[in-house]
Nanobody, 122 residues
Framework: QVQLVESGGRWVQAGDSLRLSCAAS???????????MGWFRQAPGKEREFVAR????????GYADSVKGRFTISRDNAKNTISLQMNSLKPEDTGVYYC????????????WGQGTQVTVSS
């Protein structure tokens, strides 16, 4: 199986910075091909939306337009972790942030963490 454990979420004020981390583990995570890992978020009353992702092999990154220039995703292959550095936070960044891992073994599998709450106060 795959376990994804997020950490780092908390209450902050607008303009502050915050760093989220996600640690991956499990036999499936170790044995399947890791395509990418990333972050989604869900604000109250809204649908879950893409935030950022990073290719496990090449390190190529992608970001939602709303976070470009403010958020940076990174990975540590040796520790099976990814991080999301969030700068210049805005109230609209508030939500539950979920770590996602896409693995490939004949077909694709998406695994989700439990989420970590980020609240940005104005």
């Amino acid at each position: 199986q795959v376990q994804l454990v997020e950490s780092g979420g908390r209450w902050v004020q607008a303009g502050d910075s915050l760093r989220l981390s996600c640690a991956a583990s499990g036999r499936t995570f170790s044995s399947y091909n890791r395509e990418w890992m990333g972050w989604f978020r869900q604000a109250p009353g809204k649908e879950r939306e893409f935030v950022a992702r990073i290719s496990w092999s090449s390190g190529t990154t992608g970001y939602a337009d709303s976070v470009k220039g403010r958020f940076t995703i990174s990975r540590d292959n040796a520790k099976n972790t990814i991080s999301l550095q969030m700068n210049s936070l805005k109230p609209e960044d508030t939500g539950v942030y979920y770590c996602v891992a896409r693995l490939v073994h004949i077909t694709t599998y998406d695994y989700w963490g439990q989420g970590t709450q980020v609240t940005v106060s104005s």
